[in-house]
């Protein structure tokens, strides 16, 4: 899943590792200790079988890992925080740790495993209670983005590969990722035509299973693009089928046209700025727009 080498089922260190980096943080100097003596101390500190020296150096990567040490010029250093937290209970501890860890695992994660391995590391349910909500919007947002990204390349690739099997690999080169520069463009990908303007596409990712209908959220300044280039832009939706993998399919798109009735109505009290689209599959042109007029 990484390469953080402490992680356990669930993206989470197991308890040993967890109480072996606390033994590591009071094995170190205030503020720092040179890492080849902290190192040294492995051998001879580790307590009694508890920890062997495998452990500690495992310990150490976790705390380096998440912040509350700093390797640098040969030292490790103690963070401000570590070191409050070893005035405090193990329980505080485990709570920060498993925070900061909670920030490095990636939305693919089973939340069941994760939940299993929280549970051990954090007994108290009303501090596990909270750093899960904090986990699930993250990981909501996360997830959201990494489909959105999938679905992006999957266009990018299709829009590539179909110039250069048309014999212009150098229009294939300029194919643009707009959406890694800006999200303020109203489209995400520029594509060149052969002999006519750039088609200007935004891309809607899901991962819903449903074959008859996929929701969709447009902005204001997307449909508002679409409006002022309406011959150009057009809306692509694609479906991931795999998130590890970074594997999807084309379901297919719409020009501007299509969707003006789906747009709310602004009043003289507001307007909108972004809406909720129901798009039937079914009415979805095939693939994408092409490369020729």
């Known amino acids: 899943m990484s390469d953080f080498v402490w992680m ?79 005035d ?27 939940e299993e391995g929280l549970s051990k590391l954090v007994p108290d349910a009303e501090r596990r209670e ?34 250069r099997e048309l014999g212009y690999p150098d229009l294939a080169r300029e194919v643009r990722h707009l959406s890694l520069e800006t999200d303020q463009a109203g489209y995400d990908i520029s594509a060149p035509r052969i002999g006519g303007p750039k088609r200007l596409l935004e891309v809607k990712a899901t991962t819903a299973k449903d074959q008859d209908r996929v929701l969709i959220y447009l902005s204001r300044n997307e449909a508002d693009t ?29 020009p501007i046209g299509s969707l003006r009735s789906f747009f709310p109505l602004d009043t003289d009290r507001g307007r909108w700025e972004s809406t909720q689209l129901a798009i039937d599959i079914a009415g979805l042109f095939p693939g994408m727009p092409g490369a020729t007029i």
């Open 226 to 254: 679409g409006r002022r280039f309406e011959s150009q832009w057009a809306l692509v939706v694609c479906r991931v089928l795999d998130l590890d993998e970074k594997r999807g399919e084309l379901l297919g798109w719409l």
């Open 130 to 163: 909270e750093l899960l909500a904090v986990f699930g919007r993250r990981f909501d947002d996360g997830r959201l983005r990494a489909v959105g990204a999938i679905g992006e390349q999957l266009v990018v690739d299709t829009a590539r590969a179909e110039l």
């Open 88 to 114: 405090g209970s193990f329980e505080e501890i485990a709570s920060v740790v498993a925070g900061r860890v909670l920030e490095l695992i990636p939305p693919t994660v089973e939340s069941g495993s994760l």
């Open 8 to 86: 356990g089922e669930g993206g989470l260190p197991s308890e040993h590792v967890l109480e072996a980096a606390i033994h590591v943080a009071t094995l170190l100097d205030d503020p720092s200790s040179a890492a080849a003596d902290a190192r040294e101390s492995y051998w001879r500190k580790a307590l009694g079988g508890s920890f062997g020296p495998p452990d500690l150096r495992l310990g150490e990567r976790l705390l380096i890992d998440i912040g509350l040490v700093i390797e640098a010029d040969g030292h490790l250093s103690t963070s401000a925080e570590l070191r409050t937290l070893l």
